[in-house]
């Protein structure tokens, strides 16, 4: 006699592993963990002005590789990135479209490529297309970087960072609590997620435009409040604690600047003399083709 089988049933395994969250700090031992906050801020900072003043499309495409492999080499995995890219590259998609159709301009001088399904009254503008993919780029990048950024830097250490500069533990701690509230914000709306479909209301019951408002209302609500109340718990902690009572404050943990950020931090600021500034003539510079000289002529 054969025994009867039990059917498997597949059930989803809800992963609440940190390094899904968008902006959250990652301990590790990759050589930017190891670098102190401020280097890290100085190059992010250099870097989003490097990227802004780039016009070729074939040179921010290479400083999006670069940038991935950046990503990697700070001990990220490639699952974890593109998890964290899912909505901006579904942005930067719309961003692209709409920035093609509607574009600012309107002038017949410029180019046309094509008429989309023929018709006249739908052209495709070469400029409108150049800025549509430089921003969408732009976008990618900076994005990128940032996670990149929070992914190896402590808040914590970066709070101590810049009060050795002296600037006040006040306004230090208020941007260490904006930013550590961003990955909470993402952690509440998944328990909250998880506490919906446990009472079977989960996204795989909306079927109606009435039911995806109720679905809505009913996440960011709760969110919301979920958010307001730990603010609140989190200021009266800090006035229990006596907080902003004195001008300074000692800490018991020294973040150095070591030897190497000297190094680093020397050969950012020369890349950036050299791409920007133009302070070092006797070395060329790079010209980068045009990418519709490569397809269409």
């Known amino acids: ?85 899912k909505w901006i590259l579904i942005l930067s998609l719309f961003s692209i479209i709409l920035n093609i159709f509607f574009n600012a301009i309107p002038s017949e001088e410029s180019q046309i490529l094509f008429y989309l399904f023929n018709l006249t009254f739908l052209p495709i503008r070469r400029l409108a297309v150049y800025y549509a993919l430089r921003n969408a780029l732009w976008i ?6 940032a996670i990149i950024f929070t992914h190896t830097t402590s808040m914590k250490d970066f709070v101590y960072a810049l009060m050795k500069t002296g600037v006040s533990y006040k306004y230090s ?42 679905f809505i209302k009913e996440r960011l609500i709760t969110i919301l409040v979920s958010i307001l109340r730990k603010g609140d718990i989190t200021s009266i902690s800090m006035e229990n604690r006596c907080f902003g009572l004195y001008k300074t404050r000692t800490n018991l943990i020294e973040i150095p600047f070591k030897k190497k950020d000297v190094i680093f931090v020397l050969t950012i600021g020369a890349f950036f003399m050299y791409y920007l500034l133009s302070l070092i003539y006797f070395i060329p510079s790079i010209q980068f083709p045009s990418l519709y000289s490569l397809f269409f002529t």
């Open 140 to 145: 990618l990048i900076l994005f990128l970087s």
């Open 173 to 214: 701690f208020a941007f260490m609590v904006g930013l550590r509230y961003i990955p909470l914000i993402q952690q509440e709306a998944r328990t909250i997620g998880l506490a919906q479909r446990a009472r079977g209301f989960g996204r795989e019951k909306v079927n109606t435009i009435k039911k995806a408002y109720n």
């Open 1 to 85: 006699m054969t025994k009867n089988k039990k059917p498997k049933i597949k059930r989803k395994q809800f992963n609440l592993d940190k390094t899904r969250d968008l902006f959250s700090y990652v301990p590790n031992n990759s050589f930017l963990h190891k670098l102190n906050p401020l280097s890290k801020l100085f190059f992010l900072i250099l870097f989003t002005i490097f990227v802004l003043s780039i016009e070729s499309l074939i040179f921010l495409s290479i400083v999006f590789v670069l940038t991935f492999f950046l990503a990697l080499s700070s001990k990220m995995s490639i699952k974890s990135i593109f998890y964290k890219f």
